[in-house]
């Protein structure tokens, strides 16, 4: 889930979020709006992220798709014919086996900032990214599916490497004519990144960002996200120590043979299986494997209409985000605070659902996630404690 959606669902204003302020974002008068940091929208993270783990743990997967990279399953006692064994995955609902690959679409893509509400602030609300001489801003591309669509900060802007996740610049609305692209965004979160250095100090202004086109990018990224479908597990086998070097397993590259994807379970082959006599080319991939590791995507899956997480599960990470945080983080106004009190109220009285939460926390905020999770944890068949 971006920061940038948690923003929206809790109504603080995008451009102060961004740190962004200025006569075409200017702060309220009554005195509850304040810009944000780039220390307190990690702060925001770091909270965000472990809501959402806390959630996963209770569900068995994620909220949204995750890439879980270089997961080792270790085979204990197993079969004898263990090509024709179940394994399974540590995280289920899983969507894809392999792993991530972004391709460049296009590179050094240009961003046109357009006013296209018409409000009193005369703002450039709206970034297009695209050519300005072409129709729709249209860029040309081979993506097919506009949730696979990515943009990114480029290194030249102050991102530390190219398709950096860190640098992602989310929530973005992709839209796909045939070959054609087309992406808008929120014009604030294009802020040039050298700017998020920027704390406050003995200069309590000097840190804000001024909206002015001037302070927002020219240029950047755009991938389509992928899949490397291509061997995602390797098998491992006790090796051989000479003592003269470090003791190593031998392996062998393997494809998945998935059986139940939504709760992981898959049997693994490896590449020089002849698919009809269960003979490998070597006798020793007849003997029983230590361990595999696996490479795959795994998670609710997102709404294929708006490309973010499911509503509820989205309702969830944010109530149980406020539940965590202890005070209101900078930036809430009159809406937002109330949102966050109501998330840190205690139940009261203590009934027996919500002392069945299993994040000896017994706020609101938790006890709706808590809800909810349990709602969702009946998708693939499982319970989760209390429910």
Not at 4 to 25: L, T
Request: glycine letters at 6%; proline letters at 6%.
């Amino acid at each position: 889930m971006s920061l940038g959606r948690y923003a929206q669902i809790m109504r603080i204003n995008r451009c102060h979020f961004n740190q962004v302020d200025g006569a075409k974002a200017p702060m309220s008068t009554d005195g509850c709006d304040d810009i944000w940091s780039q220390a307190d929208r990690e702060d925001l993270a770091v909270t965000m992220a472990t809501a959402e783990e806390m959630i996963a743990h209770e569900l068995g997967y994620w909220p949204a798709p995750k890439w879980i990279t270089g997961e080792f399953i270790r085979t204990a006692r197993v079969r004898a014919d263990w090509w024709n064994a179940e394994f399974a995955t540590k995280w289920k609902y899983v969507q894809e086996m392999g792993t991530q690959k972004l391709t460049l679409v296009e590179e050094n893509a240009p961003v046109t900032y357009e006013d296209r509400d018409g409000d009193a602030y005369g703002r450039e609300e709206t970034a297009v990214i695209g050519d300005p001489a072409a129709l729709y801003y249209y860029l040309s591309t081979d993506c097919d599916d506009p949730c696979n669509v990515k943009v990114f900060f480029r290194e030249e802007d102050g991102a530390w490497d190219d398709a950096d996740p860190r640098w992602e610049i989310r929530p973005v609305r992709a839209d796909i004519d045939g070959t054609n692209l087309t992406i808008i965004a929120e014009s604030c979160m294009f802020v040039k990144p050298l700017f998020w250095e920027l704390e406050p100090g003995e200069d309590p202004n000097g840190w804000k960002v001024n909206f002015e086109l001037v302070n927002l990018v020219d240029l950047v990224d755009v991938y389509c996200e992928g899949i490397n479908r291509e061997t995602p597990v390797t098998i491992y086998w006790d090796g051989v120590c000479d003592c003269a070097s470090p003791c190593a397993h031998r392996t062998q590259a393997a494809c998945a043979l998935v059986t139940d994807w939504e709760r992981g379970h898959f049997a693994a082959r490896a590449a020089t299986w002849n698919g009809t006599s269960h003979v490998y080319a070597s006798p020793t991939y007849t003997v029983q494997p230590v361990k595999l590791r696996v490479d795959y995507l795994a998670g609710y899956p997102r709404d294929s209409r708006t490309c973010r997480m499911h509503p509820m599960l989205e309702r969830a990470v944010v109530k149980l985000t406020n539940a965590l945080l202890p005070e209101p983080p900078c930036g809430f106004c009159d809406m937002a605070e109330r949102i966050w009190k109501r998330d840190r109220e205690d139940v009261d009285p203590l009934t027996t659902e919500s002392a069945s939460m299993p994040w000896d926390m017994y706020s609101r905020g938790a006890l709706e996630a808590w809800r909810i999770v349990k709602r969702f944890s009946r998708t693939v068949g499982g319970s989760v404690r209390g429910g």
